[in-house]
């Protein structure tokens, strides 16, 4: 399955989610996103939208400032 | 078998739209969420921003009261066409800079447009007669629901039995009997319904959900369009408002003061886009000059910002000057004296 990569650093939420969620709606089951950020909410709201939307994250990490989040896009992404 | 029918809820991420949301999912529909970014939401930015806040708990509220209810929220960026609702208001602004009912009209507008594109049934939004004094009165409602185009497909769950009766009532997709005449501007009956539905953590932002009620807020977009002549703004103008000092000490010019390390730290993003300033010889503040400044100007500019690093009481503070186009240069100045700053220069 293709790795995917979306920078947001420098946005403050809810851009970061507003990005993933459109990034997403291009991606098909079990591709995985890497979603770079500097805002720290992001560690909050990217798992939220996560679980509302049926995504997984595989895990979190932070080096710096940035704020390195990877998720694997669930069964229930659509096309909205 | 009857059609499972599907509502689209506006989320504000306050409690109103989540009792609102859960009153029509307990009733069977199918209830999904929309939460529009304007660019002006209040977002816990100040918070993401400032170094001594970011070990405070931080959640978009939205996207919280979706995870209770258990429904999916689709975020929706909407920058780019809310700049007519906010530069050109039809029923014009509130107390501050606050296009309440323009704003509302657009976004059950924009709702409508989505319920469209997604096969839903209707809308429905958290207000209540009375609560918000130019939105959420009884004569406004109806303009809403005109203005938007969404007429009675726009049901308001919470005071829906002190208003006409909508297409869900009247086709039985909803039962009136079980919706809410709540008014004015109390909190007990939304507090109480909250108990009785489990909530015990909601949001109730004392000041709304959007910084063009904020008197201050407000004060620096009319003076950024003022200054630039022009009612227009991109999202960085918007956020950039949100953050540091702003000083205005001649028409032409502006500085945007970091106030702490963490608020440095996200003006650095925006280095190329600025003139700065910063002090060399002690820490202090990065100072973005949004404006054209003349050598008077930078030495007016480059004394205000040592006023606000550690030696400001000294004689010389060394600075780095950063040109638009990159170049640098040093500068030692005298910090100006609280007595030479101006009342009327601090926005």
């Known amino acids: 399955m293709s790795q995917h990569q979306l920078d947001v650093r420098n946005l403050l939420c809810p851009m970061p989610v507003i990005r993933t969620q459109n990034h997403v709606k291009t991606l098909t089951v079990g591709e995985t996103l890497e979603i770079t950020a500097t805002d720290p909410g992001v560690k909050a709201d990217i798992p939220a939208w996560c679980r509302i939307n049926g995504h997984s994250v595989l895990d979190i990490s932070e080096q710096g400032r940035d704020i390195t989040i990877r998720i694997e896009v669930g069964e229930r992404n659509q096309s909205r | 078998m009857s059609k499972q029918r599907k509502a689209v809820a506006l989320i504000s991420g306050g409690l109103d739209s989540m009792l609102a949301a859960q009153t029509i999912k307990n009733q069977g529909i199918h209830v999904e969420g929309i939460n529009f970014f304007t660019g002006f939401c209040v977002e816990g930015h100040t918070h993401a921003i400032r170094k001594r806040d970011q070990q405070k ?37 509130g107390s501050n800079m606050n296009p309440c009912l323009d704003c509302k009209g657009f976004m059950v507008k924009k709702a409508l447009e989505w319920m469209h594109e997604n096969d839903f049934d209707f809308i429905i939004t958290g207000e209540v007669i009375g609560q918000r004094p130019m939105s959420q009165r009884r004569d406004t409602m109806p303009v809403i629901a005109r203005e938007s185009g969404a007429m009675d497909r726009l049901l308001r769950p919470l005071c829906a039995q002190s208003l006409p009766e909508t297409l869900p009532e009247r086709e039985g997709w909803v039962d009136r009997s079980k919706l809410h005449k709540f008014s004015g501007r109390g ?38 369009w003022q200054a630039r002549d022009s009612r227009d703004y991109e999202l960085d103008d918007v956020m950039l408002l949100k953050i540091g000092r702003h000083i205005r000490p001649r028409p032409h010019f502006k500085m945007i003061v970091g106030r702490e390390e963490g608020e440095n730290n996200f003006l650095e993003g925006y280095r190329k886009q600025f003139a700065t ?36 009481n000294g004689v010389s503070v060394t600075m780095e000057r950063s040109n638009l186009d990159g170049v640098k240069s040093t500068m030692h100045v005298t910090p100006i004296h609280s007595e030479e700053m101006a009342e009327e220069w601090h926005i």
């Open chain 2, 187 to 224: 909190r007990k009956p939304q507090i109480a319904l909250a108990k009785a539905f489990g909530f015990d953590d909601y949001a109730q932002p004392a000041g709304g959900c959007c910084f063009l009620t904020d008197e201050n807020y407000s004060k620096r977009l009319v003076d950024l």
């Open chain 2, 277 to 312: 300033l910063r002090t060399l010889s002690c820490p202090g503040p990065l100072v973005l000059l949004d404006g054209k400044l003349d050598e008077d100007d930078w030495a007016l500019a480059a004394r205000i910002a040592a006023r606000f690093s550690k030696d400001k």
């Open chain 2, 57 to 93: 708990q931080k959640r978009n509220n939205a996207l919280w009261v979706a995870e209770q209810l258990d429904m999916p929220l689709h975020i929706i960026d909407v920058v780019e066409e809310y700049k007519d609702v906010l530069i050109n208001p039809k029923h014009g602004y």
